[in-house]
């Protein structure tokens, strides 16, 4: 792995060259490859609008609807194309609450739910705007972060509410409450029947895919940590400094960077925020789950 190499390097050098770095750097691109499919779950509570959405996106009545929670028992994985671009659209199971998840065939659904969300590259959330967000929601919202994968919300019949500014700052107050992990996850309200922003959402859906593609020069990133460092120094650990040497990023999907320190472990929690939440601003990574860890490189007379 390239981050990798550039930690074997570091072991013989005390100094990084960034600007021979950001030479090399210079031609990398977003790893997305808009020629394979892009993989969309859409996950929610039970009759929450999920088969509806999916038949109005495709113009037919491909997938089961009615007024009963339940229809849709297996995941159904679609093929469809928009725009341009290839699109696979997984509608699935409604999800409700464990405890009532009792009969076998259910508990196989939820399943299938669950691997849905793991192999996906966004999840829309489906929410209806008559109980947006409840506990079941936010629930479901925390795994699909927690998998690291991208979100987008979508609040369903959104033409059925009378008080629209009351119930959107409903929502946003309980995002921030219980998703404070993640900000700034795409909210986007819509109405599967009458089509009402669907064009909003799949906007949404592109565009967190390509946040959750992103990628950070290393060269950026170490005159961005050289800067952060400076503007707020770690805490000192038995008056010493404890010096940020180094960071990349050593993934995308989602974007995962490694910071290398004098004495990780003492590197305190609310500092990391600090940077984790630095990053985001600084290269505008919004709405996505951010994978951050503290390592130290290794000591050559260790042994």
Do not use: C
């Amino acid at each position: 792995m390239a981050w990798q190499r550039e930690l074997d390097a570091l072991e013989e050098a005390d100094e990084i060259d960034l600007d021979a770095m950001e030479a090399e750097e210079e031609e990398i691109k977003n790893e997305v490859d808009t020629s394979k499919p892009l993989l969309v779950a859409i996950v929610g509570r039970p009759n929450a609008g999920k088969s509806t959405l999916v038949n109005t996106l495709l113009g037919e009545e491909r997938m089961m609807t009615g007024p009963e929670p339940g229809i849709t028992r297996d995941a159904v994985h679609v093929e469809w194309e928009h725009e341009g671009r290839k699109y696979r659209l997984v509608d699935t199971a409604g999800m409700r609450k464990k405890a009532k998840v009792q009969e076998k065939l259910e508990q196989m659904s939820v399943h299938e739910s669950l691997r849905a969300i793991r192999l996906a590259n966004v999840v829309i959330l489906m929410t209806d705007a008559q109980s947006p967000m409840d506990k079941q929601d936010l629930q479901i919202a925390d795994l699909v972060i927690r998998e690291g994968r991208s979100l987008v919300i979508a609040v369903n019949k959104w033409d059925l509410v009378e008080d629209k500014a009351k119930r959107l700052a409903e929502i946003e107050d309980k995002l921030k409450r219980s998703l404070n992990q993640v900000k700034d996850v795409p909210v986007i309200t819509i109405s599967a029947v009458t089509r009402q922003r669907l064009g909003k959402l799949l906007q949404a859906v592109v565009g967190i895919y390509d946040t959750w593609n992103a990628r950070v020069s290393t060269a950026k990133l170490n005159r961005w940590l050289n800067y952060a460092t400076q503007k707020k120094p770690a805490p000192l650990v038995e008056g010493r400094s404890n010096r940020l040497r180094y960071i990349t990023q050593a993934k995308t999907r989602p974007p995962t960077f490694v910071v290398w320190a004098s004495r990780p472990t003492e590197l305190p929690e609310s500092y990391k925020r600090y940077l984790m939440n630095s990053l985001r601003e600084d290269f505008n990574i919004p709405g996505v789950p951010i994978r951050f860890y503290v390592r130290t490189s290794k000591n050559p007379f260790a042994e």
